[in-house]
């Protein structure tokens, strides 16, 4: 792995890859729902049958519906959003309650459970 190693106030250490000034600068995504580390392209989670970038939680939830996924109500868990194909499936979908935190790792967590239907893209294609 080669960069930059970051130690944060607390401690946390981040590796930042092909480093600029802005992104030892820059703390948050440029763009809610785009999964950046700083200095990294912005990422978007693409809807393939419509070609159409999902943009907030109401555009996937109404997406995953149509794929037989449903919204799993689970009251000790508040901070996430959930779905899943069935009662008996072992499928699960979890995903942060503000879309502004939604990342990378949310956006592949539904690419590999729906491989024909949702693709990761670069922000800027």
Known sequence: MS???IF???GVAR?????????FEQKEPP????????????RVLVY????????SY????????ELGWSRYHNPTSPDFLQFHRSEHSP??????KNFANF??????????????FFEVRDATA
């Open 48 to 55: 393939l049958p419509a070609n159409h970038v999902i943009r």
């Open 58 to 65: 109401s555009e996937l939830e109404h997406r995953l519906n």
């Open 103 to 116: 990342k990378i790792r949310h956006m592949y967590d539904i690419v590999v459970k729906n491989r024909s």
């Open 8 to 10: 944060d106030n607390n």
């Open 15 to 23: 590796l930042i890859t092909n480093p600029t000034r802005e992104s």
């Open 91 to 96: 499928h699960l979908i979890s995903l942060p």
């Open 3 to 5: 960069g930059v190693w």
């Open 31 to 42: 763009y809610p729902g785009t999964a950046t580390a700083p200095g990294a392209r912005p």
